[in-house]
């Protein structure tokens, strides 16, 4: 953590992997770029609606628990945008 900001540092345990085809093709550099948000449902629905592609249509268990889904490249300038939901946490 770095202040409210986590960086997460990856290493491909597989060539065939998400992460390891990823450095084979574009070699070494940033993967994608995660925001956490909240009402997850609703954060797609808006974005798709402002004709952005989702990988996800709806959100899926990813790292740590959270509900994560993913934005096509193609709709946000050549970056992998991943939108995070910890519905676990309770703000206050």
Do not use: W, Y
């Not at 449902?41 to 004709?51: F, N, P, S, Y």
């Not at 989702?54 to 193609?74: M, N, Q, S, V, Y």
């Amino acid at each position: 953590m770095v202040g409210q900001t986590k960086i997460e540092l990856l290493e491909s345990t597989d060539p065939e992997g998400p992460i390891g085809k990823f450095i084979a093709k574009k070699g070494e550099g940033i993967h994608h770029i995660a925001f956490s948000v909240e009402k997850i449902e609703e954060q797609l629905i808006h974005v798709a609606d402002q004709g952005i592609t989702l990988i996800d249509c709806k959100p899926r268990k990813g790292a740590e628990g959270l509900d994560i889904a993913f934005l096509h490249p193609k709709s946000t300038s050549g970056v992998l945008i991943e939108l995070c939901e910890n519905k676990t946490h309770i703000p206050g």
